[in-house]
């Protein structure tokens, strides 16, 4: 028998059995398409989460950031002494250091007057290290006192201010309790830690949070010369510099980022545990329905024994059925999930994108349910009923 028909005709029998009670057909593949979305869904969460959580360090173009060693994430930092990273200077390949402040402070909405927490940026305005759409513009008018840039993906709930601004060159509002003018905008995108950003200059800052020393470091960031070696630079500043900071190439300070909320949050288990539970359940319901198919047709499968069918065929049968619940659960989801993503970007405001690899990694976790439900159903099978079966 040729590979093409010891696959075909096994897929052909697990094809029929399968149509034959089409509500219990109709069952598994509705488990399966469940399933399906679920853990699409629980990847798309944990995946914005991780995008959006990093969306400034992937935006920074440093090649080399000096954090506090006890600094957890961008909204959770401690700062450190400015002279440790101007000793960065002395390194060669070095171009130039930048700092970055950041804070969390109140907004009072200025229609409605609502407050929400916005993340708040401090920076040298002149610095190029925040290629943000829309910063360039206002890079001299950044440099003003009370001057505030705000990012207009912020939630609606910070009020129209864009809009705002259309009539006016800038807008005064209320952050931490003190009035400063909004004199535009820039669009950078908001986190599961803050619904809305703000840039002010490092002056501006430290009259939002007088409580924080001028003297303190929250982000170092270094700019390296055309060539220069970040894991060489990197080393040597380890070498200078005490253990209190961490000194992070800029794709291992992407992944310190991640590392919080999937290790040190209880979000992370929270969606790992959510793929889980898709799989579990869509594993019992395929389960259920194999197990249920083959022993309805214990005597058939009896019957092919008897005329010389081997017990090899039989779990080719199973197979194949789990590969074509596996398929038609998955394709239907995967449509589903395209518009879901969409709908759940609208609500929160977070970028979810379902991505080719994405696709393949959850049909490769689908398929792979069924294969395991296929398996336990053979399992059982043989241990309930071997002299009809396999004897």
């Known amino acids: 028998m040729t590979i093409s028909k010891a696959i075909y005709f096994p897929f052909r029998l697990a094809w029929r059995q399968l149509i034959y009670d089409k509500v219990r057909f109709l069952t598994a593949i509705s488990g399966v398409i469940f399933a399906c ?43 450190f002494p400015r002279q440790r990273l101007y000793r960065a200077m002395s390194i060669p390949g070095v171009e130039d250091v930048t700092i970055l402040y950041v804070g969390q402070a109140p907004w009072k909405n200025p229609v409605t007057g609502v407050n929400r927490t916005a993340l708040i940026l401090g920076i040298e305005p002149r610095s190029t290290v925040y290629p943000l759409k829309g910063l360039d513009q206002h890079r001299k008018a950044l440099q003003m006192r009370d001057a505030v840039l705000f990012d207009e993906l912020s939630r609606p709930e910070f009020g129209p201010i864009k809009d705002m601004l259309k009539d006016k060159p800038s807008v005064p509002v209320e952050v931490a309790g003190r009035k400063v003018d909004v004199i535009g905008t820039f669009q950078m995108g908001i986190t599961f830690s803050a619904d809305g950003n703000l840039i002010v200059n490092d002056t501006t800052f430290f009259k939002l949070f007088p409580m924080k020393s001028q003297d303190g470091v929250d982000v170092g960031i270094i700019t390296l010369k055309d060539g220069a070696d970040p894991k060489y630079v990197q080393a040597e500043l380890r070498k200078i510099l005490p253990e209190d900071v961490k000194v992070l190439t800029r794709p291992e300070y992407v992944e310190d980022e991640k590392a919080y909320w999937n290790d040190l949050t209880p979000i992370g288990y929270i969606f790992n545990f959510g793929v889980i539970m898709g799989l579990v359940v869509g594993l019992v319901i395929v389960y259920q329905v194999l197990f249920n198919d083959i022993t309805n047709h214990l005597h058939e499968y009896a019957t092919l024994k008897a005329i010389g069918y081997e017990d090899f065929y039989f779990v080719k049968v199973v197979m194949s059925s789990s590969a074509i619940l596996a398929l038609m659960g998955f394709v239907p989801g995967w449509l589903l999930c395209l518009n879901l993503y969409s709908v759940v970007e609208d609500a929160i405001f977070i970028e979810m994108n379902l991505t080719a690899s994405k696709a393949f990694f959850v049909f490769v976790l689908i398929a792979g349910m069924c294969l395991t439900s296929a398996v336990l159903a053979v399992r059982k099978l043989r241990s309930s009923s071997p002299v009809d079966v396999f004897s």
């Open 37 to 79: 979305i679920l853990v699409f869904m629980q990847l798309g969460f944990k995946d914005s989460l991780f995008e959006s959580a990093t969306l400034l360090q992937r935006v920074m173009t440093g090649q080399v950031y000096i954090i506090h060693k006890q600094s957890e994430a961008i909204w959770r930092l401690n700062s």
